[in-house]
């Protein structure tokens, strides 16, 4: 399997070459074209998962494309503007934030996990995915905005509407961004996820709720 | 203290990196990351000169800006108790621009101020009939002294050396240099020109200065959703 990222940064679309009898697996949604030889399977991966996937604000279900004794190529992208990563899985996998998922080679086990009290107020939902894989395997990100890594040597404090994948090897919790509850308020910056340990993580330059909470606040109120 | 401006025109992002002891100050709500030696600090948009009195205009200035619309009305202090970085970004699509300020008074519209550091002095000037007339809110951010500031747009930023005189829509004025005066004035072709150009009214600058301007325009962004929300 090869990809390729075009478009980047504002509006990247990820080519998929699949040699013959490869399969990838997915985000509903995120197929924009594919050669005709490419046969897709919508799963849900038992109904547990997909309830579990569809509490973490995703969909329920998910797609896999499959070439035939040929290649195919399959074309994704994300919903909203903004860059798309590959990533190779490591040993010790990812955690994402559950948009940012878009699709993954079908070894990779992207499995909804409850973040506890740890990420119920991050405005990431109450899930995170887990993405880890027994073999080499590969997963296809998508931000909003520009995507970079950073490398978190010690410590690192993210706003939590930036935050798209970082290493399963961090420890991390989710806090107030200031000493108090009141400033953490007036800051603006309401909750950010403290991160402890040696890993990559990945950010997007924009946040998707602070965009849009920016335009919403010049609409007219919705009528009933 | 260092700085790089990333992803660039459409998605920028600024990083600052700080010295044990430096401190640059940053709209509120624009922290992407930062780490832990960088300490937070919460406080009133209210510049340095912080007696009582000026306090007070700021604390009137921000509930009346906050009424209106555009920018919070406080800032972040982050200081680096041991070197380290802060990344900032604006809420909206678009770029920042670094200007290293000389003592020269720089005017921002609303929303456009991203960050500053250094002896930098921030106060809100009333921009009386001729901005409220612009439609970008009632107030310019004046900026002033020795140090950094970034300043962001929605859309790409044009800079234009103003020699004269200069009009610009009053949507995709994102500030101009403090030399330069502004009126405001019809854009042209009598009282058709004023109804139905789509252009109205216009600000004129004029003078010797610069001015810059944003490729696109939020009101023209909400004018185009308004009429497509779900009822």
Not at chain 1, 20 to 34: D, L, Q, R
Not at chain 1, 72 to 80: D, M, P, Q, V
Not at chain 2, 88 to 106: K, M, N
């Amino acid at each position: 399997m090869h990809v390729e990222i075009l478009y980047r940064p504002a509006h990247a679309l990820a080519r998929v070459h699949l040699a013959p009898h490869e399969s990838i697996t997915a985000e509903s949604g995120a197929m924009v074209g594919m050669s005709p030889n490419l046969a897709m399977q919508t799963q849900s991966g038992g109904l547990l998962s997909g309830v579990k996937r569809w509490f973490g604000g995703e969909s329920f279900f998910r797609n896999t494309f499959t070439a035939p004794a040929e290649r195919g190529e399959l074309l994704l992208a994300h919903a909203l503007c903004g860059d798309m990563r590959v990533l190779e899985l490591t040993q010790a996998g990812f955690l994402l934030q559950s948009s940012a998922f878009i699709a993954a080679t079908p070894n990779v086990s992207v499995q909804t996990e409850l973040g506890g009290l740890k990420s119920f107020f991050a405005g990431t939902g109450l899930f995170v995915l887990r993405a880890t894989a027994p073999s080499p395997g590969m997963l296809l990100l998508g931000a909003f905005g520009g995507v970079e890594e950073l490398y978190c040597d010690g410590n690192l404090v993210i706003d939590t509407g930036h935050l798209v994948a970082w290493d399963a090897t961090l420890d991390y919790s989710l806090g107030k961004s200031s000493s108090g509850w009141l400033l953490s308020f007036l800051s603006g910056e309401g909750l950010v996820c403290h991160f402890r340990g040696q890993g990559r993580i990945w950010i997007q330059s924009r946040s998707a709720a602070a965009y849009g909470r920016e335009v919403a606040s010049l609409l007219p109120p919705r009528r009933r | 203290m260092q700085h790089a401006i990333t992803h660039g025109p459409s998605f920028a992002m600024l990083r600052v990196d700080l010295a044990p002891g430096e401190t640059v100050v940053g709209e509120a709500g624009a922290m992407v990351a930062r780490h832990q030696g960088l300490a937070m600090a919460v406080k009133l948009n209210a510049g340095q000169k912080s007696g009582v009195f000026s306090l007070l205009k700021a604390l009137v200035a921000a509930v009346l800006r906050r009424l209106i619309g555009g920018e919070t009305f406080f800032v972040n202090h982050f200081t680096a108790n041991s070197a380290g970085s802060v990344w900032l970004a604006p809420p909206l699509a678009g770029q920042i621009v670094h200007r290293r300020l000389q003592g020269e008074l720089l005017l921002l519209s609303t929303g456009a101020y991203l960050a500053h550091a250094g002896g930098v002095e921030l106060e809100l000037k009333f921009g009386g009939l001729r901005a409220l007339l612009a439609r970008k809110g009632l107030f310019f951010l004046g900026v002033t002294g020795h140090g950094d500031l970034w300043f962001t747009s929605y859309g790409g930023v044009e800079a234009i050396d103003v020699n004269g005189s200069y009009l610009v829509d009053n949507g995709h004025l994102v500030g101009y240099e403090g030399n330069l005066t502004l009126s405001i004035r019809s854009a042209g072709g009598g009282l058709l020109g004023l109804a139905a150009s789509g252009e109205g009214l216009v600000c004129e600058l004029s003078g010797q200065g610069r001015v810059w301007l944003q490729t696109r325009n939020l009101e023209s962004l909400v004018g185009w959703l308004t009429p497509m929300l779900p009822r």
